[in-house]
């Protein structure tokens, strides 16, 4: 006889994909925008990202409070072993290609009951807060 167990229901994945499922094609985005990988070894790209996370990124409801995370912070978060560059992502737009928006993604392995999944932790998407 099998015994019930409530905890089982919830030991499955919500949704199971490998990288090979994920679309290939990028979303479009306004005229005027683009999409753009944020290179954190380059110390320009690495300081425009900070701006507008420090600028745009949580806040509370009165904007007293907010994260500011260093430079530095953010290169060690952003750049783990075998991180994909590809997954430090921005938006751009206007005639200085300036940085509106960022998304990023590092891959992480995840135990669960005995076993290691790859995946992926996404992290810091922040939009400028005009284009909200």
Not at 43 to 54: D, H, K, R
Request: charged share 25%; glycine share 8%; proline share 5%.
């Amino acid at each position: 006889m099998r015994v019930y167990n409530p905890i089982e229901k919830f030991n499955t994945p919500v949704e199971q994909k490998t990288v090979s499922d994920i679309e290939t094609k990028s979303l479009g985005l306004p005229t005027g925008y683009e999409w753009s990988c944020v290179d954190m070894n380059d110390e320009v790209q690495a300081q425009e990202l900070y701006t507008l996370l420090s600028n745009h990124y949580v806040e509370d409801d009165g904007g007293n409070f907010r994260f500011d995370y260093s430079v530095e912070f953010l290169k060690w978060a952003l750049t783990p072993p075998e991180y994909n560059p590809d997954w430090i992502i921005g938006v751009r737009g206007g005639e200085q290609k300036k940085l509106f928006g960022f998304i990023s993604g590092i891959p992480v392995k995840m135990t669960s009951h005995g076993k290691t999944i790859e995946m992926a932790e996404i992290n810091f998407l922040c939009v400028h807060k005009k284009l909200r």
